[in-house]
């Protein structure tokens, strides 16, 4: 009788937990890199250091594509990260002289945390390796290197307006800056 008695009490038991937490469908583990967001970079520049001043490279005009990793800090993390690659070229400087760059990055995205109408506003930095490539009538010269760019975005409607600060690979100690005006637009889901 004991037994039996145990046995009803240890099905009374587990068939309460069971109608208490419910029988919904086991859900499948997400994949962390899906549900992000892409987009297309577009960016203009004023040319800066040696470039600017011996090659005088007037601007840099270019663009890329950025894939938003979603939140893979669980809700933890203060900023949104973000993998992609860009291409830029220049205005033809001193006999023909033009510069190109090309890689990929990583950025991180950053809210300054302020309220209001600027609650849009952003820190943004990427590093990346880059190749920068100098030519010159018919002499060309390439480097891969580590490259940055530091700065602010603003979120205007569903694009951002960048400004920010960039650094290319040098090639021979002759320095490769700009400043730019980006904008990043998303599309999809």
């Not at 009374?12 to 937990?17: H, K, M, P, R």
């Not at 069971?18 to 583990?29: D, L, N, Q, S």
């Not at 893979?72 to 510069?99: C, K, L, Q, R």
Request: glycine share 20%; no cysteine; net charge neutral.
């Amino acid at each position: 009788m004991k037994k039996i008695l145990a046995i009803f009490v240890t099905t009374v038991v587990v068939a309460s937990a069971a109608f208490a937490t419910g029988t919904g469908k086991a859900v499948k583990p997400q994949n962390s890199l899906a549900g992000g967001k892409w987009s297309i970079r577009v960016f203009f520049g004023l040319a800066g250091g040696d470039v600017k001043d011996d090659a005088e490279v007037d601007n840099i005009y270019g663009g890329g594509v950025e894939y938003t990793l979603p939140n893979v800090g669980g809700g933890t993390t203060p900023g949104s990260f973000a993998i992609g690659a860009e291409y830029n070229t220049s205005s033809d400087g001193t006999g023909g002289f033009n510069m190109q760059n090309y890689g990929i990055y990583g950025a991180g995205y950053f809210g300054m945390g302020q309220n209001g109408g600027m609650g849009g506003l952003e820190f943004l930095g990427r590093v990346g390796y880059f190749n920068t490539r100098y030519e010159q009538g018919g002499n060309d010269d390439n480097k891969w290197g580590f490259g940055f760019d530091a700065g602010l975005r603003y979120q205007f409607q569903k694009a951002y307006i960048e400004l920010f600060y960039r650094m290319r690979p040098s090639i021979d100690s002759f320095g490769n800056n700009a400043i730019v005006l980006g904008v990043n637009f998303p599309f999809g889901n």
